[in-house]
């Protein structure tokens, strides 16, 4: 089958920067003012160090690990390119979630290899496809390769099947938890420290899972590039981080993504993430309560994000969604992520709710007249 959203994104367009940005999942509490300050304090005047040593020292400390299992990259979509590229040796095939971001499905095409997603129409389970296992004629050749987003996005909730899943894996297969919006979960599972998903994962899939990490949108700074991998220690992975690094350009991660990533995980600013946790989850209440009394339909959502299906005929979404955008309003059409009729809604401040409110009520009002 065909996976959508491969080309889209939200944020910033052709018409510039919304006024009201609600197709983007950045951290609406921020910047973060400690990060922001360092970065503006910075000098880039010289190389960082090219094997970013002590910044993976920091990085494998946060997360319990050897710094041999960091690989540091300039983004997350960078570092998904890299890893598929780094797979192709052992692969056989890629596997997504039914809705994702598309740079998963684009690293696949740039490799001339199929993406197909693991989970079903019901996504409480696998997919008959994924569950039967590579074919026959794959299979000497190697594994697949899983991505899983942790929370889903642009749904916003935590895949459902993920025991099922464990279950169909092969010992060749490469699973990867891409958790952007880890540090952004408002439900009760969110803690302190290094965001690992390794308590509330099945074991099969905790052991083995390779762990990508982009903290710019918790930050809210994603105009600041810079994202890593945290290596699982098993056997069958024991040269991927030199499969890596042998495919990495030269200092992939700037002063300025490098200076992000050392604030990333020291007290202060993981206290003002924790805060800025609580102030999302009041404006997120606000938000859905909103749109529910305005006939949205909602997906459950754990993320500072959700998925709705606003009161408009599919045929006229498209036209609706452009006329919030010429008053200065961005919604993240879901089209892209093969649920057309639906849209992912970043929360934000009350300030921007009550522009949408506005612009929202305005046009249903024009529409039923």
Same mark, same amino acid.
């Given at each position: 089958m065909e996976i959508c959203g491969a080309y889209n994104h939200g944020g910033p367009d052709a018409d510039g920067v919304p006024l009201h940005d609600f197709s983007t999942n950045a951290n609406a509490a921020g910047p973060c003012p400690a990060v922001l300050q360092r970065l503006q304090q910075?000098?880039?005047?010289?190389?960082?160090?090219?094997?970013?040593?002590?910044?993976?020292?920091? !990085?494998?400390?946060?997360?319990?690990? @050897?710094?041999?299992r960091v690989v540091m990259g300039a983004s997350a979509s960078e570092l998904i390119m890299r890893l598929t590229a780094a797979a192709l040796p052992d692969l056989a095939s890629v596997w997504v979630p039914r809705h994702a971001y598309g740079d998963y499905r684009r690293a696949a095409d740039a490799w001339g290899l199929m993406a197909e997603a693991w989970e079903a129409e019901d996504r409480r389970h696998v997919s008959q496809a994924f569950a039967a296992g590579p074919p026959s004629r !794959?299979?000497? =050749?190697?594994? =697949?390769?899983?991505?899983?987003?942790?929370?889903?996005? &642009?749904? /916003?909730?935590?895949?459902?099947a993920l025991a099922g899943l464990a279950k169909a894996l092969t010992p060749k297969d490469m699973v990867v938890l891409d958790m952007a919006y880890a540090p952004l979960r408002?439900?009760?599972?969110?803690?302190?420290?290094?965001?690992?998903?390794?308590?509330?994962?099945?074991?099969?899939?905790?052991?083995r899972a390779c762990r990508l990490f982009s903290p710019?949108?918790?930050? /809210?700074? @994603?105009g600041v590039r810079g994202a890593y991998l945290v290596l699982p220690e098993t056997p069958a992975l024991a040269d991927?981080?030199? =499969?890596?690094?042998?495919?990495a350009p030269s200092w992939p991660l700037g002063m300025h993504g490098q200076a992000m990533l050392e604030a990333w995980t020291t007290p202060g600013v993981q206290q003002w993430l924790a805060q800025s946790r609580e102030t999302l989850q009041g404006w997120k209440a606000t938000l859905e309560s909103g749109l529910l009394q305005r006939g949205w339909q909602l997906m459950p959502s754990v993320a500072s994000f959700c998925c709705a299906r606003p009161p408009v005929p599919l045929a006229?979404? &498209?036209?609706?969604?452009?006329?919030? =955008?010429?008053q200065g309003i961005k919604l993240r059409d879901a089209t892209s992520f093969g649920l057309p009729g639906w849209v992912r809604l970043g929360v934000r401040a009350p300030a921007s709710q009550q522009a949408l409110w506005q612009a929202v009520d305005s046009t249903t009002n024009l529409r039923t007249s």
């Open positions: 910075l000098v880039p005047d010289t190389y960082p160090d090219p094997a970013y040593a002590s910044l993976r020292a920091q !990085l494998a400390r946060w997360h319990d690990v @050897t710094p041999a !794959l299979s000497e =050749r190697g594994g =697949r390769l899983v991505w899983i987003t942790w929370p889903a996005s &642009p749904q /916003g909730d935590m895949p459902p408002l439900d009760a599972h969110v803690r302190s420290g290094a965001p690992d998903g390794g308590k509330v994962l099945p074991e099969a899939l905790a052991a710019n949108k918790a930050l /809210g700074l @994603t991927l981080s030199a =499969r890596l690094l042998r495919l006229e979404l &498209p036209a609706w969604l452009a006329g919030l =955008r010429t």
